[in-house]
C-alpha cells in the first residue's frame, strides 16, 4: 500500500523559512515524478512544483527563486525547502505521486497534508 | 498556460439522480485530463485520469468523457458519499500543472 506522510508545517513570520518532508513507502520512490501541490485555506489546489528522477525539478511562477524541491531515495523522502515565505504562502501542502513512472503527471496517491501558516 | 473552467460552481441534486459537470480547457489538452474528487479535511482522490480512464477502486457509476477543449465527469446515480468537490487537472502543457477552480457538487 503507497503511503505518504507529510511533516514539518507551522507558523512562520513572512520572510521566514521552513522545510516540508514527506516519507513516502509501499512503491519504488526512485521511480516516480514527485510534487508537492497546496491549498490556501477555502480554496482550490494549486500546484507547487515537481521532481523528476534526482534533478529535474519545475516551479510554479508564484515559488521560483524561493522554493527548492529535493528528494532522497536512501531515506525514500521528498523535501521543499522554503524560503522568504510570504502570507500568500499560507496553505495545506500537499504531497503526491505521480500515476505513472513516466513524465505523466497526474497523482494517483496524496498525503494527508500539512498546514503551513506565514503570519506575524 | 492552460486554464481550466469548471462548470457549474456549485451544483445541487438529490441521491439517486445523474450528476454532470464540466471543465472546459483555454487550449486543447487532446487527452490528457484528470478529475479529483476531494471531501472535507481530505486530500484529493484520483478518479478518471486520461478523459475516460477510471482509477483503481474508483467505482462504475463515474465516468468520464471528451478531448480537446471539452470534458464531461459524469456521475449515474447519486451516492450520498458522492457529495464533494471536485477538481479537474491537465497534463498536456505544462509547466504550470493546471486545476480548474472546483465544482461543488451538495446535497439538495
Known amino acids: 500500500e503507497v503511503q505518504l506522510l507529510e511533516s514539518g508545517g507551522g507558523l512562520v513570520r513572512p520572510g521566514g523559512s521552513l522545510r516540508l518532508s514527506c516519507a513516502a513507502s509501499g512503491f519504488n520512490f526512485d521511480n516516480y515524478p514527485m510534487t508537492w501541490v497546496r491549498q490556501a485555506p477555502g480554496k482550490g489546489l494549486e500546484w507547487v512544483s515537481v521532481i523528476i528522477g534526482s534533478d529535474d525539478r519545475r516551479y510554479a511562477d508564484s515559488v521560483r527563486g524561493r522554493f527548492t524541491i529535493s528528494r532522497e531515495s536512501s531515506k525514500n523522502t521528498l523535501w521543499l525547502q522554503m524560503d522568504s515565505l510570504k502570507a500568500d504562502d499560507t496553505a495545506v501542502y500537499y504531497c503526491?505521486?505521480?500515476?505513472?513512472?513516466?513524465?505523466?503527471?497526474?497523482?494517483?496517491?496524496w498525503g494527508q497534508g500539512t498546514l503551513v501558516t506565514v503570519s506575524s | 498556460e492552460v486554464v481550466l473552467t469548471q462548470s457549474p460552481a456549485t451544483l445541487s441534486l438529490s441521491p439517486g439522480e445523474r450528476a454532470t459537470l464540466s471543465c472546459r480547457a483555454s487550449q486543447s489538452v487532446h487527452i490528457y485530463l484528470a478529475w479529483y474528487q476531494q471531501k472535507p479535511g481530505q486530500a484529493p482522490r484520483l478518479l478518471i485520469y486520461?478523459?475516460?480512464n477510471r482509477a483503481t477502486g474508483i467505482p462504475a457509476r463515474f465516468s468520464g468523457s471528451g478531448s480537446g477543449t471539452d470534458f464531461t465527469l459524469t456521475i449515474s446515480s447519486l451516492e450520498p458519499e458522492d457529495f464533494a468537490v471536485y477538481y479537474c487537472q491537465q497534463r498536456y502543457s505544462w509547466p504550470p500543472i493546471t486545476f480548474g477552480q472546483g465544482t461543488r457538487l451538495e446535497i439538495k
Open positions: 503526491a505521486k505521480s500515476r505513472s513512472g513516466q513524465m505523466d503527471v497526474d497523482f494517483d496517491s
Open positions: 486520461d478523459a475516460s
